[in-house]
């Protein structure tokens, strides 16, 4: 039986890329989740106007991969310390969100994040927002596994 879970950490691209090369996880989809804008388009959650964070969807298997793995995945592909920018990425649409699908994801990353915070030594504060999930709207087939086909459309002669 498979499991959803929903994360922004950022540019979706790089995010879905590195859910995917995890054991356990069946299936990664881009989109945009969070905001008040029905059905965006990447157009309109670029101009930082609907609420919506570009996020990925992640079906996985738990008895391979638990939540809390993948939340502790999650807080490592990223810098979860900076409010809405990831890199040279700026706006809400970049801000770390955990996206809790059941009470007990949002239990799950709580402890997660607090643990995560209780080893930084008082360090820069983690930012992340844990919220119930909304609803996610798929983006765009372009930028399903963007990196993916851009990568090997480099090597075509």
Same mark, same amino acid.
């Given at each position: 039986?498979? %499991?959803? $879970?929903?994360?922004?950490?950022?540019?979706?691209?790089?995010? #879905? %890329?590195?859910?995917?090369?995890?054991?356990?996880? %069946?299936?990664? #989809?881009?989109?945009?989740?969070?905001?008040?804008?029905?059905?965006?388009?990447?157009?309109?959650?670029?101009?930082?106007?609907?609420?919506?964070?570009?996020?990925?969807?992640?079906?996985?298997?738990?008895?391979?991969?638990?939540? =809390?793995?993948?939340?502790? $995945?999650?807080?490592?592909?990223?810098?979860?310390?900076?409010?809405? /920018?990831?890199?040279?990425?700026?706006?809400?649409?970049? /801000?770390?969100?955990?996206?809790?699908?059941?009470? #007990?994801? %949002?239990?799950?990353? @709580?402890?997660?994040?607090?643990?995560?915070? $209780?080893?930084?030594?008082?360090?820069?504060?983690?930012?992340?927002?844990?919220?119930?999930?909304?609803?996610?709207? @798929?983006? =765009?087939?372009?930028?399903? /596994?963007?990196?993916?086909?851009?990568?090997?459309? /480099?090597?075509?002669?």
């Amino acid at each position: 039986m498979t %499991e959803t $879970a929903t994360f922004a950490a950022g540019c979706f691209w790089g995010v #879905e %890329e590195r859910f995917r090369k995890l054991p356990g996880v %069946e299936d990664v #989809e881009v989109g945009y989740t969070g905001g008040w804008k029905p059905d965006p388009t990447y157009h309109d959650v670029c101009t930082d106007e609907t609420g919506h964070a570009e996020a990925v969807r992640v079906r996985f298997d738990p008895a391979v991969i638990p939540y =809390e793995q993948l939340v502790t $995945a999650f807080f490592a592909m990223h810098d979860p310390t900076t409010r809405n /920018r990831q890199g040279p990425d700026v706006g809400a649409q970049y /801000r770390s969100a955990i996206f809790a699908e059941t009470p #007990e994801q %949002e239990a799950t990353a @709580r402890v997660v994040l607090e643990r995560l915070q $209780a080893q930084r030594d008082g360090n820069r504060q983690i930012v992340t927002e844990i919220v119930p999930a909304a609803d996610f709207y @798929r983006a =765009e087939d372009y930028h399903q /596994r963007y990196n993916e086909k851009h990568h090997q459309a /480099r090597f075509i002669f």
